[in-house]
């Protein structure tokens, strides 16, 4: 360190004979003595910008720290700190028991024009060009109206929930504040399999499954664990749309599974290698319709055949307007080929982000690795609550409660929506989750629809953007679960209107 | 729907007459009536059982329910809604007014072998084998001891961030809860952007800054939104290994910007395109040396001429032994090449898992687009306590507290360190951060002593495991932040007997 500064000062010294001295600008360094910011570093920040802007020139002798605290009434010490900072990032140079020169810096690039907005300034990868063809989603704050997945938050505990939090906060096992538990904090991962095997049929053991912030980050991280460019993804026709953007950011090909009201299309298997089968048995994404195991069964034995990992996303089957919620297809897979994706963003609420994946055994190390260095981690204390809350009987309890609340709210909006859209669009037959899909009788633009009504923040989402093959079905998707009858009404009256007008259109 | 059941019915139909009836057996459906699992699930459950298990035959007419309710003294209801939701999942089928028979299921995998432990079922990506040959830390959760980037989460304000949680929880703005805000709460977008102004001196408005979860998360996403297969990254050596791992994750190609104790080695620039610059200015990791501005001025014109990004990774800049810290280089670049990461795992708490990303404007669509799609966002109400902490100056205090705790406890660390450690070693001279940097005086195997170390828990780093060319400097990283005297005593003797031992060797 020393040699290397004794060395620059020496070249220094060689230019200085050169220079024009220039003139320390007082009023440059007028200390505003009520500001909340440090004297020291308001001095130290003048200083600065004078070198910076070359007005202070290199090898410029700096006043003595003396002679500038009487010149501008600081401290002394306030002025050997700030000139000890400019020093000890290379702005000023001091040699042993000498005076305090300016460094001699490059031209700074602050002199250069000063404007980056806009112009493309690098190059960005393909991933990194995967989405320029989308827009970020305008979320309408004030109210969700008809949005999909959107649960009733209004009904979720937060007494409780915050009670609990506290409680892990102010308990303070510093586990929970440190690096640790990479995987997912231990005891909610216990938590999760036995709800699992308890409410869903999924056969696992806690060390399986892995805690992501929510389920898009762990499809995310699956389509990168799992698939290189080129490799060929079989996706559910219509089919959940961020799902579809990732594995094409991937440099998938997508080949289609169609769903259709009379089920999925498990004939026409795509020739060659399938690398990942993404499908939402359960309740499917977004007609709602669920697998009948005959077809869950001979997915999995396609599955096992071609080689093929399932993602199994299980995004909202707790929701079943007939009692018990239907079983997930990966306890009925002995092949280990099935990966299965939960989240609380139902369930709980959205913004918790806090999902899961779990792993066949074979994939667990190397999942688990990839998660450690890509970030995957979730707040600990939230996760420790999370773990109480499902521990001590609030989930299930919350779930009991919203499973009556949504069934009602199901029927009801089911019923509106027959008297005041039914002359031009029907329901399709499903009985889970907690937005109901509906097709138009006769040919309209969905898409044109959903803008006009969006613009009207209704918030629906129209059945052709999950749809990338040819004849797209035609409809819109609902939510009901957070809205009462009288919103309800008001919402879907508001559509009709729009319906209308297209139709005169 | 109904018209595809019928067609199943038909075959199913035709099949029947070739069907030896097996036998109902009614043992199997014993109910256990303290069971806290309802009844109508344990039927239902038992029944699915042996259908998958083929003790019911395809084909088999099960009692009616009004039979069987009487055969097991259960509610006719109870077996009525078991039968409704066994047709529902399609393991039996019942016709209008007609018996309920059992489907004619595929064999079922549960009756191959039954264990996927181990045994890799199938394929990975590239990135997915990335890791292969990493381990996943093993922190241990008891005791810190000497862990690098470990802050004293003893003297985190756990109860004033529980108020401000708990306010946020209980105020019920449900734009906290729903999804919403993509790219980061925009109260805590607004309070990191003027901390960063007026700490940091990073140039940015709010609208750039993207919340992310960690700095980890920050990198991997920017890694693959930068960085092709193939790439050119310019990175410090010795650097930050986490980083490292994703640029080769990645595929890039890595060439060392030499770091030594007489400053970064910016004459040996790498011929050829370079994509990315990966530097840690104001607290190198690991040596915890700071750029001086000179450099930092050369860089920045070395990225403008190669067309280049910079990442400043600003991991651990607050803690500076004396007084301020230094500002950030973003606040030199007028290129728009620079991206800033940040994070309050160490002014905070590591488990905290809240980091952010400053985008240079060119960039901010692309990656804030990719940020939403792969998943990366934090817990609302979480972002919304951390926007209250800042806004309300408890960080600002939080930090003010730490620092002086930190620069009193370095003092005593380096002076322990050096009677204790002396003969050995030497501290890298650096004064800012929560770990130091110590290389060895003779030549030592930094890799075995740390593995005995971490034996005994004392959970320090080898410099070697920064290093990836040639010559590695040989030495130890050490965190100091979280350990009063009497532990760090007992940590350092400890290490010594090993060293010696090492000696004797």
Request: charged share 25%.
């Amino acid at each position: 360190m020393r040699k290397w500064r004794y060395e620059r000062s020496n070249s220094l010294r060689n230019k200085r004979s050169t220079f024009r001295a220039g003139q320390l600008p007082l009023d440059a360094l007028l200390i505003d003595r009520d500001s909340p910011e440090p004297i020291q570093r308001q001095l130290y920040a003048a200083l600065r910008d004078l070198i910076l802007r070359r007005v202070l020139t290199p090898g410029l002798k700096l006043p003595s720290t003396r002679e500038l605290s009487k010149r501008i009434m600081v401290s002394r010490n306030t002025v050997v700190r700030a000139y000890e900072q400019l020093d000890s990032e290379g702005y000023v140079e001091t040699r042993q028991g000498s005076n305090t020169c300016v460094a001699d810096l490059p031209l700074s690039p602050s002199s250069a024009i000063d404007d980056d907005s806009g112009k493309q300034t690098g190059h960005l990868s393909n991933f990194g060009h995967a989405f320029d063809s989308l827009e970020l989603p305008q979320f309408s704050v004030l109210h969700t109206a008809l949005r999909p997945s959107t649960p009733d938050v209004a009904s979720f505990p937060f007494k409780t929930w915050n009670r609990l939090l506290g409680g892990n906060l102010l308990r303070q096992n510093f586990d929970l504040f440190n690096y640790n538990y990479p995987t997912g904090y231990p005891q909610l991962k216990k938590a999760i399999a036995s709800y699992l095997q308890a409410y869903r049929g999924v056969r696992c053991e806690a060390h399986q499954i892995l805690i992501t912030n929510g389920a898009q980050s762990g499809l995310d991280l699956l389509s990168r664990v799992l698939l290189d460019r080129g490799d060929t993804v079989w996706m559910e026709e219509p089919g959940y749309d961020n799902a579809r953007v990732l594995f094409s950011a991937a440099g998938a090909h997508i080949k289609p599974l169609h769903v259709t009201s009379s089920g999925w299309d498990l004939d026409r298997v795509p020739d060659g290698d399938i690398r990942l089968i993404y499908s939402t048995p359960s309740c499917q994404a977004p007609l709602g319709l669920t697998m009948r195991m005959e077809q869950r069964l001979r997915l999995l034995e396609i599955a096992h055949r071609k080689g093929a990992w399932i993602i199994e996303d299980d995004f909202d089957s707790e929701y079943r307007l007939t009692g018990a919620s239907i079983p997930a297809m990966q306890g009925n897979d002995s092949f280990g080929r099935t990966i299965y994706i939960g989240t609380f963003a139902k369930t709980l609420f959205p913004a918790i982000r806090i999902g899961f994946v779990v792993l066949p055994r074979s994939i667990e190390p190397s999942v688990n690795r990839a998660a450690f260095y890509c970030g995957h981690q979730v707040s600990l204390p939230l996760q420790a609550t999370l773990s109480d809350f499902i521990m001590s009987g609030h989930f299930a309890r919350h779930l009991r409660r919203t499973r009556r609340l949504y069934a009602q709210r199901r029927e009801v909006f089911l019923e509106l929506s027959r008297d005041l859209l039914g002359e031009w669009m029907e329901p399709f037959e499903a009985d889970v989750g907690i937005q109901v899909a509906f097709r138009f009788k006769r040919s309209f633009n969905d898409a044109a629809i959903a803008r006009r009504a969006n613009e009207l923040n209704l918030n629906v989402v129209p059945l052709s953007r999950y749809c990338h093959f040819s004849d797209p079905i035609r409809g819109l998707v609902f939510g009901y679960a957070a809205l009462d009858e009288s919103s309800m009404r008001t919402h879907l009256s508001t559509l009709v209107e729009i319906i209308r007008a297209s139709e005169g259109a």
